[in-house]
């Protein structure tokens, strides 16, 4: 995979997320909608059915990047950490996946039933303890390694910082299902610096392909970081 390509991915993955969240904050008030009982979840879901599915499969899509993303980004080091990396990030869009599309796929049938035992279950299950539990641990999970397989040298402590710090935050989400006083602040700030992280990630590629590109003593896409 190209790494020009994957630059291009990952800011794909960051603009489509922040939108469709923005989208659904707007016609849905999601995510504060969740904390409504399921009734009026589905009665809000209802009312604009379409647009919100559709943008719940735009929030999919950008979520399934990540796999592409983490296969593209492991071709950059030959570390042992990134080895790791790469079915930690594929395994964190597949679930993210599956917790999302519960939207435009279970929901509606819920909705037009209003069955809230069936949306329930499947928000427990798909939602929380699937999309959410396991997609914040492995995409916090994914984001150190990349860190540590990279290394200091690869951006820069600032690079190392800022990805850990979203990193750190994101993770403190899979708190979540324990209530505790501001987890879903906190995850919040994580994944808007994630997705701050996500586009100087692609910067940096760029960046380091046309001094490679530049370079006479290195083809272009030939370096890798070994540490």
């Known amino acids: 995979m190209n790494r020009k390509f994957t630059a291009a991915l990952l800011v794909l993955a960051a603009v489509l997320a922040n939108v469709a969240f923005t989208a659904l904050g707007s016609i849905f008030n999601y995510p504060d909608v ?41 071709r950059m080091s030959t570390s042992r950490a990134m080895g790791i990396a ?28 209003s069955d809230t035992g069936g949306f329930t279950t499947a928000h427990d299950v798909l939602g929380v303890a699937i999309g959410e539990t396991l997609g914040y ?44 006083p501001g987890v879903d602040a906190a995850n919040f700030i994580g994944y808007v610096l994630w997705s701050v992280w ?18 006479p003593s290195t083809a272009p896409g030939q370096e890798a970081v070994t540490s």
Do not use: C, H, M
């Open 34 to 74: 969740l904390d409504e009982p399921a009734g009026k979840i589905l009665a809000s879901f209802s009312e604009n059915q379409s647009a919100v599915s559709g943008w719940f499969l735009v929030l999919a899509l950008s979520a399934a990047l990540l796999a592409p993303i983490a296969i593209g980004v492991g």
């Open 86 to 113: 790469v079915p930690v990030g594929i395994a964190a869009a597949a679930v993210q996946v599956i917790g999302l599309l519960r939207w435009p796929l279970l929901v509606p049938g819920f909705a037009s039933d």
């Open 198 to 215: 996500l586009i100087v990630f692609a910067a940096v590629i760029v960046v380091r392909e046309r001094r490679s590109a530049g370079s």
């Open 137 to 180: 641990l492995l995409t916090g999970v994914w984001t150190v390694l990349v860190i540590v397989a990279l290394g200091r040298r690869y951006a820069g402590r600032w690079f190392q910082v800022l990805g850990l710090a979203s990193a750190g935050l994101v993770l403190v989400g899979v708190l979540g299902p324990l209530d505790p």
